[in-house]
Structure formats: structure tokens, C-alpha cells
């Protein structure tokens, strides 16, 4: 058994739980964690010496370090990730299973012995605002210092999840293991009815920050249906107008739709004294208030961000964010030990090394950073952070928005008749794959709601989960959905985006307040092109304006026998509301 380190706790549940943990996997020591900025240091000089993390240039990135991941684990790995239930129903036809009792005895063994040499690191860490109903408390065990210093950043780690957790013993227990990162041993398993994570052969930030995804979704999801909220994997925000009135939205997109971009959207000088605050840019927490409303808090504390593509012109406020005290992994380097990536401002680096450790040029036919490198990055940077992102009962949501990226069919933007034709809008979510994806461009794949990876348990059920919410709401949130991602037949897209998206947010605004006019079209409530403001859109008129509001019959027609594939695989536990939905869609078109 080795030394349990000096343990910060009484907690008889925790104690017993990491003593069970330490001599299964023999670490050579326990550290257990405070989250304390003396601490932070001394794990951050510790991490540097062990050539896990490399110090940046402390005068252009102040506080900034560099992480290489092994080439082999450098994304989530759908095809590892597993539901443990009791049944394989409950899990559903859409997520990996396997029975909790032989994937335990799986991973025991795996992870007996796996930290010997190392030390585990016990970190106590709180999911949401100290002291509100829908936080969480997790303790994650890793024999990883930058899983230690990666959340740090994205929860509030340390004594808060104690004062937190009081006497209660109903808190996550998460498990990781990196053993050698070999994919053959590589599993992400998640137990829902223990509240328990279990996560062996990676390294990789969406495997092993057992509060992101993990917890804050895939179990999340599962203890919303139980206790009466949702976990939903979306980007939360206030719209400000200039007389002061706020309005809060939450908005899914799959991955490549703009989330983070949206999530700090800056108003174009048109929109003087209107203002865009962030609450969180990936996931919200939801359950319904005393007063009827949906209220959503932002779980994490931090952003853990694609880097390719940010630059001053899609994201200037996530520049500013990662400008200081922020893990990068996977990008390039520069001779002077600044970062690039494929998309960031300026010129590419005349030579650099690339996230392999190579040297790299312009004229190299591979990337110079991973498409899936990250920044890590506290959440109190980001000049446009919402003050109401620490409030213990979270933000009224006025409107949800679910959106993908699609090249033709989907409008600009429309509302739904009302909440059960939202529920059956965003199940049917589909999404172009990009060039990265397994099965070729231009494919739609349907990712309801964007939790398709996410839902820890049946998907037909999740959508019953979603139209029950609305017996418990007097005022429901209103529903849209938005295509920013319209193209005419060169390939050209048709709406400019970015900053210009807040035409169509304005719109839904007044929406939600009943100042603005819509049209009745077979797919819900459209505008008209008078209905969203262009003053100050240089080269784009309302014709254009019509073009990407069109609804092409033929186009849908198509649409809907594509939309029935899902429909069919989940057919068992399919509302029939959802069915209804579709019939009625036939119907108008």
C-alpha cells in the first residue's frame, strides 16, 4: 500500500474511496490537491522539470505553457467510450455498451499496479457556483500532473468542493489511469447508476477531464432525467440592449458549427450599445425556477478550445482570454517559443515546429498544429464574462437555439410553432461532416440536440426527458434554429457570419419579447427580409437575404427521408409525439 500523502480530509467516504484506489493501482505516492496558487506553482515547475509542460515566451504569452500529447491520442475516441448499464436498452442503440460488472473487472485489471512509479493525484474538484442547487462534486484520482493543472483551470478545484460537499458521500468518483496511451487498452467507461467514471490509456483532455464531458454530460445527463433538470451541451449567453434589458439564451451546435465563436460574439458597429456576455461556451446545466422559467448555470470555469481557426477576426475575445495563464497542447511552436496554428492572424512562421516535434515550413504538406489542438483557458480572462456567471441560481433562459452546418435547405433562421415542434427541430439536427470526418464531405449527420457523443443514455428516452421538461415550465423557452452555413452554387457562403450573426440574435430577441414580426411557413416562423435589420452591411441586400431564407420543397422532400434513418434506429423508444411531429412536418410541405 503506499503512503496516502497528507490527506486534506476527514471525509470518511472520499478517504476510504482513495485508499481503496491506491492499492489497486500502487501510485508511489498520493498528492492530494488544494488548488491553492502556491500549489498551482509548485505543480507547474514540477511539470516543466518533467518535460510534460514547456514554459512559453513569458513576455508575449505571460504565465503560458506548451504540452505535446502522443500522436496516437489526440481526440475524444467515440469508438472507446462506453455506457455501463444494467441493459443495453438503457444505454440505447446510439451509445457503445457493456455490463458494469465485466467492464469493472476489465479495468481493475488494467489498472492494478498501473501507477506504480507515479504519483496519483487526488483532485477534489466542484462542477457549477459554490452553493447552488444543480452543482456537482467530483474527486478525480490521475496519474497525470497535467490533468491536475488542466482542471485546475476548467472547475474550481479544491477546498470549495469540500465546503460543498459537506457530510454528503454523493459525489463522482472518477477514476484515470494513462498507463502506456496505448489505443488496444484505451477505455472511457462511464457507470451512471454509481455516479462513477473510469477512464484507462489516454491522455487526451476529452478523455481524462473527467468533470468535462464525462461527468458534465454523459452522467450529467443521466442524474438530470433522475432528479427533474438537464445537462445539455451548449453554449449559454446574455444579450444586452442599450436600455439595459438582458436576455439569456443557450444554443447546441455540433462540433464545427462556431459554439465558442457565438458563445463571445462581439455586436458589429451598427449595434451601438449593444452588448454580448458570455456564461459558459459549451455546456449548460438546466432546471426549471419557482418562477416557471428555465434557469441554466455554466458548469466548468474554463474553455477548453479548438485552437485552428481562432483569430482577431472569428474570436478576438478568445484571443484576449488565451492571451495569459494558459495551457496550449498540440500546437506549433515558434523559434522564440511563441504558438501558431493553421488560421491565426498574420503570416505562417518562415520555420517552426510542428505538434510532433518536427521542423516545419510553409512548404510542409502537413499541419503545423493538430486540427484538434486546444487551449486551456480560466474563464475570469475573457473580457466579455458575464457577471452572472457565479450566481448560485443561474440565468432565466429566454430562447434555445439549435443549429448545424449545413450548405442548402436549412434557412437562415426559424422559430418553432411551440415547444414539442422545438424538441422534434432539434432532434432532427443534422450537420455537413468536414473533410476530417470518416465518410466523405458533404454527408449529413444527424446529432440530435449536438449530444449524439454525449447522452448517457437512451437517445428515444432523452427526447421523452425533453418534452416532460415542459409540463414543469409555465414559461418555456422559445425554440430556433439557425444555418449560418448556407452556400450558393459556388460554393460560396451566403450570410458573411462572425460578428454579423447578431442580426439574426437581435431578431430572436425581440422574438422572445414580442417586438418582432415572423411569416407562418411549413417549417415554423420565419422572417421576412424586412424583419432583420442591414443597415451597415456593406454589398448585401435583401435579396440576398431571401436567398438564404429560402425553403426549397424539392430539397425537403429529401430532407425527410433522411431524418427517418435516426427515427428507425431509435424507433423501440421513440416518442410518439416525436412521430406526430413528422407527420405533421409531411403534411404542410
Request: proline content about 7%; aromatic content about 10%; overall charge neutral.
Amino acid at each position: 500500500m503506499s503512503n496516502l500523502g497528507s490527506c486534506n480530509t476527514n471525509h470518511p467516504a472520499v478517504v476510504a474511496w482513495v485508499k481503496e484506489m491506491a492499492e489497486l493501482c500502487q501510485p508511489d505516492r498520493v498528492y492530494w490537491c488544494n488548488g491553492s496558487e502556491a500549489e498551482r506553482r509548485a505543480l507547474t515547475e514540477q511539470a516543466v522539470a518533467d518535460g510534460v509542460l514547456l514554459k512559453l515566451n513569458q513576455e508575449k504569452l505571460p504565465g503560458c505553457y506548451y504540452h505535446r500529447s502522443n500522436p496516437n491520442d489526440v481526440a475524444r475516441v467515440e469508438q472507446c467510450t462506453y455506457i455501463c448499464t444494467d441493459t443495453e436498452t438503457e444505454a440505447g442503440p446510439t451509445n457503445n455498451w457493456a455490463p458494469p460488472k465485466e467492464m469493472k473487472e476489465r479495468l481493475h485489471g488494467l489498472a492494478r499496479g498501473g501507477m506504480k512509479g507515479r504519483t496519483m493525484y487526488v483532485i477534489p474538484y466542484l462542477m457549477g457556483p459554490p452553493g447552488s442547487s444543480l452543482s456537482k462534486v467530483g474527486f478525480e484520482l490521475s496519474d497525470s500532473i497535467y490533468v491536475a493543472l488542466n482542471m485546475r483551470i476548467m472547475t474550481r478545484m479544491g477546498d470549495v468542493a469540500y465546503e460543498q460537499l459537506g457530510e454528503s458521500d454523493d459525489f463522482n468518483r472518477g477514476l484515470h489511469c494513462m498507463l502506456d496511451v496505448h489505443p488496444d487498452r484505451r477505455y472511457i467507461c462511464h457507470f451512471p447508476r454509481e455516479n462513477l467514471i473510469i477512464s484507462v490509456g489516454s491522455a487526451y483532455g476529452g478523455n481524462v477531464l473527467l468533470g468535462k464531458k464525462c461527468l458534465a454530460l454523459r452522467i450529467g445527463s443521466y442524474l438530470g432525467r433522475q432528479e427533474g433538470w438537464m445537462a445539455e451541451h451548449m453554449l449559454v449567453l446574455g444579450v444586452e440592449a442599450p436600455n439595459g434589458e438582458k436576455t439569456y439564451i443557450a444554443a447546441a451546435f455540433p462540433s464545427a458549427c462556431g459554439k465558442t465563436n457565438f458563445a463571445m460574439l462581439i455586436p458589429p458597429a451598427h449595434f451601438q450599445g449593444w452588448k454580448v456576455w458570455t456564461v459558459g461556451d459549451d455546456i449548460a446545466w438546466m432546471k426549471p425556477g419557482p418562477d416557471g422559467r428555465l434557469y441554466a448555470i455554466n458548469p466548468e470555469a474554463g474553455y477548453f478550445g479548438v485552437a485552428p481557426g481562432t483569430n482577431y477576426q472569428s474570436n478576438p475575445n478568445a484571443m484576449k482570454t488565451i492571451a495569459r495563464d494558459t495551457i496550449y497542447t498540440n500546437v506549433a511552436l515558434t523559434p522564440d517559443l511563441d504558438v501558431w496554428w493553421e488560421g491565426k492572424d498574420g503570416d505562417p512562421p518562415p520555420v517552426a515546429t510542428d505538434w510532433q516535434g518536427r521542423p516545419w515550413t510553409p512548404a510542409s504538406k502537413e499541419k503545423a498544429a493538430h486540427p484538434n489542438s486546444r487551449f486551456t483557458a480560466p474563464m475570469a480572462n475573457n473580457p466579455a464574462l458575464a457577471a452572472e456567471v457565479n450566481d448560485p441560481n443561474g440565468v432565466p433562459i429566454s430562447a434555445i437555439i439549435f443549429g448545424g452546418r449545413r450548405a442548402s435547405t436549412m434557412p437562415l433562421v426559424l422559430q418553432a410553432f411551440n415547444w414539442v415542434h422545438g424538441v422534434f427541430i432539434g432532434a432532427t439536427v443534422g450537420s455537413e461532416m468536414t473533410a476530417a470526418a470518416v465518410g466523405g464531405m458533404g454527408q449529413v449527420r444527424r446529432d440530435p440536440m449536438a449530444m449524439l457523443p454525449f447522452c448517457g443514455y437512451n437517445m428515444g428516452d432523452y427526447f421523452r426527458h425533453w418534452l416532460r421538461m415542459r409540463k414543469r415550465l409555465k414559461y418555456p423557452p422559445r425554440i430556433f434554429h439557425v444555418n449560418w452555413f448556407r452556400k450558393d452554387g459556388e460554393g460560396r457562403f451566403l450570410w458573411p457570419g462572425f460578428g454579423e450573426n447578431m442580426r439574426v440574435l437581435k431578431w430572436i430577441v425581440d422574438r422572445c419579447h414580442g417586438r418582432a414580426d415572423a411569416n407562418e411557413t411549413p417549417l415554423g416562423w420565419l422572417p421576412g427580409p424586412q424583419h432583420i435589420d442591414l443597415a451597415g452591411l456593406d454589398g448585401f441586400t435583401t435579396e440576398d437575404l431571401e436567398k438564404v431564407l429560402d425553403i426549397d420543397l424539392e430539397e425537403w422532400r429529401r430532407e425527410l427521408i433522411m431524418q427517418e434513418e435516426l427515427f428507425l434506429k431509435l424507433y423501440a423508444h421513440l416518442p410518439k409525439e416525436m412521430i406526430f411531429q413528422r407527420e405533421l412536418l409531411v403534411a404542410r410541405l
